[in-house]
């Protein structure tokens, strides 16, 4: 058997191409998408079921609406914020007048807890721009009910129904 081929060696040279491929190289750099604008759709609830033996007695919740800018650098413009209800009737503008997000600023959204219109399928209909690309923010619905010994709270995400990356 020739030394240059031992089993020894193969898995040596194995081990190393493996290693190698392992090892990150610029082209599997994270790249963060940058946007210029969106419109988001954020599912909220004004109330869930939470118990099957209380059909007809739904757990009243708040609904917050969360928007956190994510960029270091750059401020974006909040230009609609409206409230929807499960049939998807327009409730509520949220938003009187563009409102101005700067970095790593946020704003929140109210829908108190007495507020019923909205429905189990309720949602949020955000729309935001920017004069530069700027990171995309964070945009979460927020529901949280207590009623004597009993706590509910969860968190939804937005959808993208439109953007532009400017590019």
């Keep these: 058997m020739n030394g240059n081929s031992s089993p020894g060696r193969l898995f040596l040279l194995l081990i190393t191409l493996f290693l190698c491929a392992a090892v990150p190289t610029d082209s599997h750099a994270i790249t963060i998408q940058k946007w210029m604008a969106q419109t988001v759709y954020v ?3 004004s109330h869930i079921y939470a118990d099957s033996r209380f059909k007809d007695k739904p757990f009243q919740l708040t609904a917050i609406l969360s928007i956190r ?3 270091m650098e750059k401020s974006f413009t909040l230009e ?16 009187k007048k563009p409102l101005l997000i700067g970095p790593l600023a946020s704003t929140r959204f109210i829908v108190p807890e007495a507020d019923t219109l909205g429905g189990s399928g309720a949602k949020f ?5 920017s004069q530069e690309a700027v990171t995309e923010p964070i945009i979460e619905g927020i529901m949280i009910g207590t009623k004597m010994q009993q706590g509910i709270s969860f968190v ?6 439109s953007g532009s990356t400017g590019k």
């Excluded at 609609?80 to 938003?95: I, Q």
């Excluded at 209909?125 to 721009?129: H, L």
């Excluded at 939804?156 to 129904?161: E, G, P, R």
């Design 43 to 45: 599912p909220v609830y």
């Design 69 to 71: 800018n994510t960029d």
């Design 80 to 95: 609609k914020v409206d409230y929807y209800d499960s049939t998807g009737k327009l409730l509520s503008h949220y938003l």
């Design 125 to 129: 209909i955000v729309s935001w721009r």
């Design 156 to 161: 939804t995400n937005s959808q993208i129904l």
